[in-house]
């Protein structure tokens, strides 16, 4: 089964603060990932699925249309940058690992880095409460929201994704 982005590079670059020279192959894994980690298990895999498969066959349309667009594309662009925050400045080459730098600039420290991956995870989490209190209201548009089985994944349905320790 071919994998459908559920965003594009052009909803990436104009919804973040990734810079619209930026070589593709250096984040398109990391919209991947967090949209086989992060959305998957807020939609569940059957509707994961249903939404991938419209994308594929390109008869994506209606109500599915509007999810997509209203609150599964604004979670995976910044679940995306979460998980590419964090490796953005890295490079592995044959040779080793590097980190570029550039002449006009200057490298920023952990805590830039994480209070950015932080703010992205906020932002992401918003639009995955939202999508959840939609979900819980609307729910009977999209069948295979409840009908998962077996070892499908279940959507997460709490709207609370940060761990907390009391």
């Known amino acids: 089964m071919a994998t459908a982005l559920f965003i594009s590079r ?44 419209d994308i594929v066959a390109g008869t994506l349309s209606g109500d599915y249309l509007s999810l997509v667009t209203d609150f599964v594309q604004p979670m995976l662009i910044h679940y995306a940058m979460v998980d590419y925050l964090p490796f953005c400045a890295y490079q592995v080459k044959s040779k080793g690992i590097f980190k570029g730098t550039s002449e006009n600039s200057e490298t920023v420290n952990k805590d830039e880095v994480d209070f950015l991956v932080q703010k992205e995870r906020d932002f992401a989490e918003f639009y995955t409460r939202r999508f959840v209190d939609y979900m819980c209201f609307d729910s009977t548009k999209f069948p295979e929201y409840n009908s998962n089985s077996g070892a499908d994944i279940y959507p997460d349905k709490d709207s609370n994704t940060s761990s907390w320790v009391l």
């Open 10 to 53: 052009t909803d990436l670059v104009k919804n973040s603060i990734i810079d619209g020279n930026t070589d593709t192959d250096l984040f398109i894994q990391y919209v991947k990932i967090a949209q086989e980690i992060h959305i998957q298990s807020a939609l569940g895999t059957k509707l994961y699925n249903k939404i991938s498969n």
